[in-house]
């Protein structure tokens, strides 16, 4: 399965009478980047709900953040949902304060976290591998399983820091996509590379559950000698 390149194009595997589009953005979000994704969203009906997925950026400007964080404020974050790493979520999905540096020495040292982790957003939970870590999917039922008890709308699996696609983690996220979809929740899977993305298109994902590809690495050309 081939997917078409760009920067921040919406991909999904199914369509739903209340859809989801997914927006990758795999450069460093200025303003020309969220002035371009603002265009994008506006052109949308005015009924789909979307999803920034800021996982793969190098980082982001004070333009470009206050660029998304007026949409979103515009169109109500029940449409806009932005997601990505942590420091960047957390001032850009409505966040009022980020702590100092004295502050957050003067807090208590959060315990370190390893595996597989929930990260609540708003109306949705993101499942994803602890910093630093890099994971089997063979361990993703247990906890797509708590995701899918929280009070959201929305969960989404984000699997760009795994080895592989396993056949367990492949049914996990097959029988994930039926539980969602009977409890009325959508399910995004993002990050995904393309021999996973086929394996979960030829596993009959339910209607409510989308995929989204990895960023792609435009090739570079050779240079011509004389």
């Not at 920034?52 to 333009?63: R, V």
């Not at 979103?72 to 702590?99: H, K, M, N, P, Y």
């Not at 993101?126 to 361990?139: C, M």
């Amino acid at each position: 399965m081939r997917w078409r390149r760009g920067s921040h194009r919406a991909v999904a595997l199914r369509t739903a009478p209340d859809p989801v589009v997914v927006l990758p953005v795999d450069h460093v979000l200025s303003r020309v980047v969220a002035d371009d994704l603002t265009g994008q969203v506006e052109r949308l009906p005015a009924d789909t709900r979307v999803v920034i997925d800021l996982t793969a950026i190098a980082g982001f400007d004070t333009d470009g953040a206050t660029v998304l964080l007026d949409l979103q404020d515009r169109i109500g974050a029940d449409r806009l949902t932005i997601v990505g790493f942590r420091q960047a979520a957390a001032r850009l999905v409505g966040s009022d304060t980020v702590e100092s540096v004295a502050a957050a020495a003067a807090a208590p040292t959060p315990p370190e976290e390893h595996g597989w982790v929930i990260r609540r957003l708003r109306n949705l939970a993101v499942v994803q591998p602890a910093d630093g870590d890099v994971l089997s999917t063979d361990d993703l039922e247990p906890v797509l399983t708590r995701a899918l008890a929280e009070e959201v709308a929305i969960v989404v699996v984000d699997l760009r820091h795994t080895t592989e696609l396993t056949p367990a983690g492949l049914h996990a996220l097959t029988f994930a996509s039926s539980t969602a979809a009977v409890r009325g929740q959508e399910m995004l899977v993002v990050n995904v590379d393309t021999v996973a993305a086929d394996a979960l298109r030829r596993a009959g994902l339910s209607a409510t559950t989308y995929v989204a590809p990895e960023p792609l690495v435009e090739p570079t050309l050779p240079t011509e000698t004389a």
